[in-house]
């Protein structure tokens, strides 16, 4: 027997994990393992697959070939490989944020959707900034102009993306000067494809230098498009109760669990979930009612605006099914193990496909569409009911494992979480860093990877940054994993926190990670920045803030988007394990060192979480120095971890 610990923290993980080597069923952790040892070529970044003279690769010593066929060396192989992973990542967020706007024209021209639009407030604040006419305007014609406004920036060709705007003016005119500031969204992606194309840019510098403009349309264009057009249409999150976990699953309800990313579908089962039809259907089989959880980001965009629980993040998706206690899994887009197809047959679990981008063989197909929305979601939810009937009690095992927390803080909610309803403001926490009270605000957030425990690093990082006064605001698995480990109570301020974070966090009875939403939200970080450098006293351009991201356990492409914009943004940001670039010396040195050079920051690759949050304390420290900032409070000079 392994060893369930080496593979989770979490005690309901560890539980499943044990399960299923009883039952004598793999996991993605036993698929993980029986991949060892990974293709060294591919993980150092140089392996090209790029035409069909190749596959082509380079040798890391320096004994066999250093060119490709072609006569590429491995700096632009690897460079090549790179932003192609941005490219993907790019593309899936904004491809989301995409669906998004559609979704919000549908609402705003079809009543019988089901669709409507929820937060008003938004509307008007984002239509004054695409520099609509409103006036005179129903509702209705105002969300149809933004709707349509936000889609032409996908296809838009010249000009710039309207939400990149929202940078601070030194920043803007840096992109400008590095020739990456980002025209249109679906430009900047298939750009990179074009130039990674065999033959085209040999030259891993100009490379990245795309990379950089891409992922900057995916941060402040695909990616801020979909949470903004999200709040319009599914209303703005505001703090919110719930609970996480494999125990939210009950044992005498019918257990619906929504896995993916895109709210669309989600709300509507929200809605179905809700259906007197349906639920009298529960109750005439049995079950005393309607249970919905979320998994991965679905999760988190329930968890902040519904106040649905989450079942967990994305290690948790096949231990869900492990309960015996799912009638129903139903799946959009991004972050869906195709594992789960086998997994699900072995239990009673129906699994139910409903993007037209996303099939599995042998797995029953639901397809969504907006204008049919809520009679899809009805059915979808039925199908869930109706299987509730062949669930086998002998062999349901839930977790006994639940943990609250408060979710659905927004860039905007900062203003009256430290300001309050009369004088909505970023001064006081602005005020609270420069006092020394907060160090330095750390954006934590990404996948889980089953290389490492999963939430060790999460977990770890987050808890030595707030031991060292560091606001951490969490998206994605990471807030998920935190979440699981009680980091998002308030009660961890007082637990946990520095002596100075803590009394921020008591004062406004708030957590000290704060739980900002999906992975598309990582936008809301990114406004938050420039909402600090407007505020005024912390410098003039993101690199000036004490601020830093990390993903401590990330895997998926669009982990990689999300790094290379917050970097582009200005923010020092360190990753578990190293991208694929040390096969590409040059390369990685660009992206560890020359980047800050260019943007003000770079990255770093550091697999242990607590050396990690040590870099990121003293880059705050450093950047505290040059802003001349008061000395922290209450902490003492931080030792410096190294070996
Ligand atoms: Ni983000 Fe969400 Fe999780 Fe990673 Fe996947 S769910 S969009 S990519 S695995 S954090």
Redesign the pocket.
């Known amino acids: 027997m392994i060893d369930a610990s080496e593979r989770s923290v979490d005690k309901a993980a560890q539980e499943m994990i044990n399960r299923a080597q009883e039952d004598d069923i793999g996991l993605a952790w036993d698929r993980y393992e029986a991949m060892q040892p990974q293709c060294g070529f591919g993980q150092l970044g140089i392996c090209c697959r790029i035409c069909h003279m190749g596959p082509c690769r380079i040798d890391p010593f320096g004994e066999g070939p250093q060119q490709g066929v072609c006569g590429v060396d491995a700096n632009a192989i690897a460079a090549r490989n790179v932003v192609r992973m941005i490219a993907a ?1 790019a593309a ?2 904004s491809d989301h944020g995409r669906d998004v706007a559609t979704v919000l024209l549908e609402a705003a021209r079809n009543p019988d959707s089901g669709y409507e639009i929820r937060g008003t407030d938004k509307l008007m604040v984002i239509a004054e900034e695409y520099g609509l006419d409103t006036e005179g305007k129903s509702v209705n014609e105002i969300a149809e102009a933004v709707a349509l406004k936000a889609l032409s920036e996908f296809g838009q060709q010249e000009g710039e993306v309207q939400f990149a705007l929202r940078a601070p003016e030194a920043r803007i005119e840096l992109w400008r000067e590095q020739g990456i500031m980002p025209r249109g969204v679906d430009r900047e992606i298939v750009q990179i494809m074009h130039q990674t194309h065999m033959g085209v840019d040999a030259d891993y510098k100009n490379i990245l230098k795309q990379g950089l403009r891409a992922a900057l349309a995916d941060g402040w264009g695909g990616s801020m498009i979909a949470t903004d057009l999200q709040d319009i249409l599914f209303g703005s999150p505001e703090p919110i109760r719930s609970k996480t976990n494999l125990g939210v699953l009950e044992q005498d309800q019918v257990n619906i669990v929504v896995h ?2 895109e709210p669309a579908l989600s709300e509507m089962i929200v809605e179905a979930a809700r259906d007197p039809e349906l639920l009298k259907r529960a109750e005439e089989l049995g079950a005393a009612g309607i249970n919905l959880a979320g ?4 999760a ?1 965009e329930l968890l902040m605006r519904e106040g649905v629980p989450s079942a967990g ?2 290690l948790h998706q096949e231990l869900a099914i492990m309960t015996g206690a799912v009638d129903a899994m139903v799946v959009d887009v ?2 869906i193990m195709p594992g789960l197809a086998d997994l699900s047959e072995r239990f009673h679990t129906k699994l139910l496909t409903t993007s037209p981008k996303a099939k599995m063989p042998g797995v029953e197909h639901m397809e969504f569409h907006e204008d049919r929305a809520l009679e899809i979601a009805k059915e979808i939810v039925s199908v869930g009911v109706e299987n509730f009937a062949n669930r086998d009690g002998q062999r349901v095992q839930i977790p006994d494992e639940t943990m609250d927390l408060i979710a659905g803080f927004t860039a905007e909610y900062v203003n009256t979480l430290l300001g309050g309803r009369f004088r909505p403001s970023y001064r006081p926490l602005n005020n609270a860093i420069i006092e020394g009270r907060i160090r330095g605000v750390a954006g934590v ?4 990877n089953p290389e490492i425990p999963q939430g060790y690093g999460h977990v770890e990082m987050a808890k030595e940054l707030i031991k060292n006064d560091v606001l951490v605001l969490v ?4 807030a ?1 994993a935190d979440a699981r480990a009680g980091l998002l109570r308030p009660e961890a301020a007082l637990e946990l926190a520095g002596e100075g974070l803590s009394e921020v966090c008591v004062a406004i009875g708030m957590p000290p990670v704060l739980h900002v939403g ?3 939200d990582n936008s809301r970080i990114l406004v938050a920045c420039a909402n600090l450098v407007a505020e005024g006293g912390l410098g003039e351009d993101i690199s000036d803030l004490p601020v830093a991201g990390a993903a401590p356990e ?6 990689m988007s ?1 790094g290379y914009y917050v970097v582009a943004s200005g923010v020092y940001t360190v990753f578990g394990t190293p991208q694929n670039v040390l096969g590409a010396p040059e390369l990685h040195n660009l992206v560890t060192d020359e980047l800050e050079q260019m943007v003000g920051a770079r990255f770093d690759f550091e697999a242990d979480p607590i050396k990690a949050a040590h870099m990121i304390i003293e880059h705050m420290d450093r950047k505290r120095k040059a802003l001349r900032l008061e000395p922290m409070m209450y902490a003492q000079p931080v030792a410096v971890a190294s070996d």
Do not use: D, P, R, Y
């Open positions: 990542g899936a967020h993916g990313h998994q991965c980001c679905t988190n993040s994305f991004q972050c957030v990404g996948c889980e998206t994605g698995c990471s998920l999906s992975c598309v990330w895997m998926s492409e669009k982990a999300i």
